[in-house]
């Protein structure tokens, strides 16, 4: 994956991680004037979902801007890490409002509390499910061109709230037609979603710091690159683990005895160019091994 590559990535991501902290900004604040005026157990479920997000945007905004910042003398390898570790951070912000959803519909449930049915719960329902579905359409092509783990944690994000944001409509129509308490139990399952979705980004993230390899398939494919390469008999030990969300590879050539240092350089530079421009690679190092005739 070349810079350019990785910083036209980086900046289309942006766009939509702002955009999308935009939209739930202004979700929120509907969300919470319609549970002050109902004190619905679902709207606040989508409310608290609503501040989650705002929170993950924030903290996927700011990843993204310090991992485009250009190598240094402390950070030689760049700063890609920082997306893993602010989609962390957000799984652990979805945990703790998780358990406060789910406290607040229980508390509901045993009190006998019941919330206003009002049509606005509606609205706001139908239009978050709306929106959710118009970000998911913008997400998934970028996605599919993009290597960041900040989309990806806003996927993830967004396809949990659509399933949430639909159970939660179920929930009202229940309600409506006279389970009350429909309301409260069905927001349970919310909770559960935006627990789900703070695992889901801490359990993905987490193999990026931890320097985790990649799957067989991805080590399969690199090893069909080196060797595809003229010059190459064979690849010895091939190496590679994440580094935030790209892989540093290194590899060990087998070359036959040529005439020149300057053949085997060029061969090792074909092996490193054939790998970096796989889309998960970031850094190739290679290693020769002259074969004795």
Known sequence: MTESA????????NRLVVGALVFNAALFCVAAFVFYTTGSQL???QG???????????????????????????HPYGHDRAEPIGALVAAVLAGVLAFEVFRSAVQALITGELATLDASIA???????????AIMLLILPASRRSRSSALEALKTDTRNDL?????????????????????????????FYIGKN????????????????????????LVRLGTAIAGVIELGALKAHYVGPILHVEVDIQIKDINSAA???????????????????GKVFVHVDVLEP
């Open 163 to 191: 399933v949430a944001c639909a159970s939660s409509l179920v929930g009202f129509g229940i309600a409506r037609a006279g389970f009350v308490q429909a309301d409260a139990v069905l927001a349970l399952p919310v909770a």
């Open 6 to 13: 990785t910083a036209s990535s980086s900046a289309e991501s």
């Open 48 to 74: 608290s979902d609503s501040l989650l997000d705002i929170g993950v945007g924030v903290i996927l905004a700011l990843s993204i801007r310090v991992g485009r910042m250009p190598r240094d003398k402390n």
């Open 43 to 45: 709207v606040l479920a």
């Open 198 to 221: 703070g695992f889901d980004l801490a359990r993905e993230n987490l193999r990026y710091l931890m320097g985790e390899a990649p799957d067989s398939k991805v080590i399969e494919e």
């Open 123 to 133: 609205w706001i329902l139908g239009g978050k499910l709306v929106f959710k579905f």
């Open 263 to 281: 053949d085997a350089h060029d061969i090792s530079v074909a092996v490193q160019r054939a790998l970096e421009a796989h889309e998960l690679v």
